[in-house]
């Protein structure tokens, strides 16, 4: 139940939440407060996370690089720590685990681990120890299947993956915060629904290759500040990586394209809605924004205007208005 004042403030509690609670019974009780949060997601819907653990499966669903470097440059651009686990370590083969093991040298946490074994749920119980984590990643790569791995008290729903297509079915609907002992220690633990679809629309262009980490040393030598190490001259990052084929720059042009079209959509966007707007100043600095009428009701709104723009205070000139 949620308290009034709460409901007012358009305040929407969201897992992880801290919060305060007024005792109605002795098992029940009301939120009166929301605490202001550290952070929050909206994928996964979670707050105060200290880390996202990115799950994604060696086999059904397919290991996809893409889909991976996606998750890291969403969370990174959220400043939220990430640890890579790749799951199902059972079905992985070595190549695959040669090119995986690439996000470990330059610098991920990077854990195999296998629900079905138990191999690295260990190492992955360590990197939880008193922290708030969320396991996100695409449906079927088995969040719920190591959760109840690190606690066999916990019994989370767990789906199949579809024979022919190798795709989850999304069995998680809800997300859901454990709390987990380990080492006499408490970690939170967040199970999510899983998903693969993001948008990078929150991503500045110019600031996409902040989040590819090795690509940082080279950033700041390139001769254009800016640069989008796309066509630019002198650009010091692809002078120095292979650019035809580092999955990872190859990557980092999808998304380049991807924002790019973002930003081209919001400037058309926000340069109609300001050709349609008209500004003035009123004498004590302020401006008033006045919506452009279309023609066919301009003289209508002038008259309309004359008659009552005099009863509006403090407006400099009104010969300047032109709706
Ligand atoms: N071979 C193998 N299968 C696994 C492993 N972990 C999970 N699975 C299987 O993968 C399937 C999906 O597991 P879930 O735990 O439901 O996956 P999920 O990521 O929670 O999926 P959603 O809730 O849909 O997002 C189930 O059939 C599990 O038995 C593993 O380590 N090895
Ligand atoms: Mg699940
Ligand atoms: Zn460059």
């Known amino acids: 139940m949620l308290r009034e004042k709460i409901k007012k403030a358009s305040i929407i509690p969201k897992v992880g939440d801290i919060v305060e609670i007024e005792k109605t019974s002795n098992k029940t009780g009301v939120i009166i407060d929301v605490k202001p949060r550290k952070n929050e997601l909206s994928k996964p819907n979670i707050a105060n996370i200290d880390q996202v653990v990115i799950v994604l499966s060696s086999y059904k669903p397919d290991f996809n690089s893409l889909i991976l470097d996606k998750f890291l440059v969403f969370y990174q651009s959220y400043n939220i720590d990430c640890i890579i686990c790749i799951n ?60 109840n791995r690190i606690d066999s008290n916990l019994k989370l729903k767990v789906g199949d993956v579809s024979e022919n297509l190798g795709i989850g079915k999304h069995t998680t609907r809800y997300v859901s915060l454990q709390m987990i002992r380990y080492k006499n220690k408490n970690c939170f633990i967040a199970d999510s629904p899983g998903f693969s679809f993001i948008e990078l629309n929150n991503i500045e262009s110019k600031k996409l290759s902040y989040y590819f980490r090795e690509f940082i040393p080279f950033i700041n030598k390139c001769e254009m500040k800016d640069c989008l190490h796309l066509h630019e001259d002198n650009c010091f990052l692809k002078k120095n990586i292979d650019i035809e084929n580092n999955h990872r720059y190859l990557n980092y042009l999808k998304f380049l394209n991807e924002i790019l079209e973002i930003e081209k959509i919001k400037k058309t966007k926000s340069s109609k809605i300001e050709n349609n707007i008209k500004i003035f100043k009123k004498s004590d600095g302020k401006n008033i924004k006045i919506i452009k009428l279309p023609e066919e009701l301009r003289d209508k709104s002038r008259k309309f205007i004359n008659q009552n723009l005099k009863k509006l205070e403090k407006i400099n000139s009104i010969d300047d208005i032109d709706l």
């Open 88 to 147: 199902k370590s059972d079905l992985l083969d070595n190549s695959l685990k040669e090119f995986i093991n690439y996000y470990s040298n330059i610098g991920y946490k990077l854990i195999y681990t296998s629900a079905k074994t138990g191999d690295g749920i260990d190492d992955l119980k360590q990197e939880l120890l008193e922290k708030v984590s969320v396991l996100a990643g695409v449906s079927g790569a088995g969040k719920s299947s190591i959760i």
